[in-house]
């Protein structure tokens, strides 16, 4: 090949190389475009668990209904005159949970 064929393929080259490898190239843009979606689908999970803290917040500030429920699940709370019942789910397979066919998690052995 004649020296003018080389300096044309070196001069595509050159051209080339700041369109796929340089500050703005392609691949930058491809990752950075990678990394702004993984950033919002991160920012709207927290938006969504700001927005569930707010309601409580919210729920918390507005009466004494929520404090009250708060207190029975996480603290026990039973007021005078009323009885606790707790029902096992063993006794009761009505109210469990899991689907008909699958095993039972607190009975490893199947019985």
Not at 1 to 19: D, E, F, G, H, K
Not at 79 to 92: D, L, M, S, T
Request: hydrophobic content about 40%; overall charge positive; glycine content about 10%.
């Amino acid at each position: 090949m004649s020296r003018l064929t080389w300096l044309l393929v070196a001069l595509i080259a050159l051209l080339q190389y700041p369109l796929w490898l340089g500050k703005g190239g392609w691949f930058r843009v491809w990752d950075n475009g990678r990394q702004l979606e993984a950033q919002r689908a991160q920012n709207q999970m927290l938006e969504q668990r700001n927005a569930a803290l707010d309601a409580e917040v919210r729920d918390l500030k507005s009466g004494l209904g929520a404090i009250e429920e708060r207190a029975r699940y996480e603290l026990g709370l039973i007021k005078n005159g009323e009885v606790f019942v707790q029902i096992p789910q063993k006794a009761f397979p009505i109210l469990s949970t899991r689907k008909a066919g699958e095993p039972d998690a607190s009975n490893p052995r199947g019985d």
